[in-house]
């Protein structure tokens, strides 16, 4: 077994601690959605998404961006901070632009996700992000020592595993319903890791039926190299 997740389970063994899914010590495959309530196409890709939500092996990741706004509909959960996330992919992926729906993998290849077929193909052929140097104790990241790396930023990702229904009133969606899953809440930049250890003490939620996820990611837009599933 790798020594550092051989460290970081045994260190999660300890009543105290929060409890990872049985899945991240095999590896997740991070699916990140970024939709908008006033985009027309994104419906089918959410309702793709949504029925991945359940899957241990999958940290599914739903991000509102707020340029459809512009269109008549304010979407009720979209923030400048996604819409950053997207933008940053955009240049990490050189895809030249933006565009919703899109689903990013692994933060290492992105489609709009429309077509469930290709989606489950490009899922399959992703790879399992480890749970690598990441640990977590109570209310504190830990992030092993490891060779020297190349800057990694850390990031805390809040997010609601509830189905939340959205009655869509103006725009393009006008009079359509639509569901939501694992919409992301809270991105907070925790910050970087370079190959020696560090700890991150984790702010409090927002609120309650917010679940946490920790991603380790080369860079703005760049790969994500570890994901943890709390």
């Not at 990140?32 to 998404?49: D, I, M, T, W």
């Not at 919703?100 to 933060?107: A, C, E, F, I």
């Not at 992000?129 to 209310?139: D, E, K, R, W």
């Amino acid at each position: 077994m790798n020594p550092i997740l051989a460290f970081g389970l045994a260190v999660l063994t300890a009543a105290n601690l929060w409890t990872i899914s049985a899945t991240a010590a095999g590896g997740l495959v991070v699916v990140e959605l970024f939709q908008s309530q006033g985009c027309s196409s994104c419906p089918p890709a959410n309702a793709n998404v949504n029925a991945m939500t359940a899957r241990g092996d999958l940290l599914v990741l739903s991000f509102g961006v707020t340029y459809w706004d512009r269109l008549g509909w304010r979407d009720t959960f979209a923030t400048p901070a996604f819409t950053n996330r997207q933008y940053d992919y955009a240049k990490g992926l050189q895809s030249g632009n933006v565009y919703t729906p899109q689903v990013v993998l692994n933060g290492r290849q992105h489609l709009p996700g429309i077509n469930r077929g290709e989606l489950h193909a490009a899922i399959a052929h992703a790879g399992r992000v480890p749970a690598g140097p990441l640990s977590v104790a109570a209310n504190v990241v830990s992030v092993a020592a490891a060779p020297p790396q190349a800057p990694s930023e850390v990031w805390l990702v809040r997010y609601d595993p509830r189905t939340i229904e959205v009655a869509v009133q103006a725009g393009e969606n006008d009079g359509r319903t639509l569901p939501h899953m694992n919409l992301v809440r809270e991105l907070v930049r925790l910050g970087e890791w370079t190959g020696r250890a560090r700890t991150f003490v984790l702010p409090p939620p927002g609120s309650a039926t917010l679940k946490t996820a920790i991603l380790m990611q080369q860079g703005r837009g760049g790969p994500i190299l570890a994901a943890l599933s709390l």
